[in-house]
């Protein structure tokens, strides 16, 4: 089963740099982590 994860933000941010640094920096970790978060690793 696959499930999506949307970050959003108002679209009047969307191109401030620090809300595009934070957007783009949570999407790099997510996407390292995403076999911990669907639970296809254990935890440490």
């Known amino acids: 089963m696959e499930a999506a994860l949307w970050l959003l933000t ?4 969307r191109r401030v740099t620090r809300i595009r640094t934070v957007l783009d920096f949570l ?3 997510l996407a ?3 076999t911990l978060i669907e639970g296809q690793e254990p935890r440490d």
Not at 10 to 13: E, I, V
């Open 10 to 13: 108002h679209p009047d941010l």
């Open 27 to 29: 999407a790099n970790q």
């Open 32 to 34: 390292q982590r995403k």
